[in-house]
């Protein structure tokens, strides 16, 4: 696995991110590419010779590429040597795919696209009607140190970054500051440093003003 290893989104992007924190759980090296899909203009051809759909993150090591998170933190979990990132126990590893599925279909669309992006734009946070609903299964699901297993996990890699641009917004960190189980688990999860080495800018502005 001596090949470089290139990845490609913007470091704002949930996504990217989640690519990030895995990266740098397994120890891997990498380039990261900047590529901003809502900047002014069309996505860069030759980005679309990656990714047709012109969306974000994709990976390339050497002739191999490939986009969907998914598929991006499958492989780089199970090409790479360092701890695995999927519990070996069937109930955990089918409880972790739960809560990216959860991640992926409630948390980014409600919490991030629905209460932290309008938001920066003091638009109603329609995305808080269905908080308390969201957060109250995921504390629910969630472990007694991590979201699945004994180790950490995608599924934790997946919740983190979406709950931290959450919780920027002040009436969605008081919906959280409710839910001490979720709160502790945030806490732990913050101070990783895979998670620190992929902070947003949002994340390094808001602790800096601080």
Not at 43 to 69: C, Q
């Amino acid at each position: 696995m001596s090949a470089p290893l290139e990845l490609y989104g913007a470091d704002y992007s949930v996504y990217v991110r989640i690519c990030r924190i895995v990266l740098a759980e397994k120890a891997v090296e990498y380039t990261l590419h900047p590529i901003d899909i809502f900047a002014d203009g069309d996505v860069p051809s030759e980005y679309l010779s990656l990714n047709p759909f012109g969306r974000i993150p994709s990976l390339r090591h050497d002739s191999f590429a490939l986009y969907e998170t998914d598929a991006i933190t499958s492989y780089v979990d199970e090409a790479f040597d360092g701890p695995a990132l999927m519990p070996t126990d069937a109930k955990a590893r089918a409880r972790a795919r739960q809560i990216m599925r959860l991640a992926d279909t409630e948390i980014y669309k409600h919490l991030v696209w629905g209460v932290y992006v309008p938001a920066q734009d003091d638009k109603p946070l329609t995305g808080l009607q269905r908080a308390d609903l969201i957060l109250g299964e995921l504390h629910r699901l969630c472990g007694k140190k991590l979201m699945a297993g004994d180790a950490f996990s995608l599924a934790d890699v997946y919740v983190y970054p979406m709950l931290r641009y959450f919780s920027l917004v002040p009436e969605a960190a008081a919906r959280l500051a409710e839910l001490p189980k979720l709160m502790r688990w945030m806490e732990e999860t913050a101070v990783r440093q895979s998670v620190i080495a992929s902070q947003f800018p949002a994340e390094r502005n808001n602790s800096a003003s601080k």
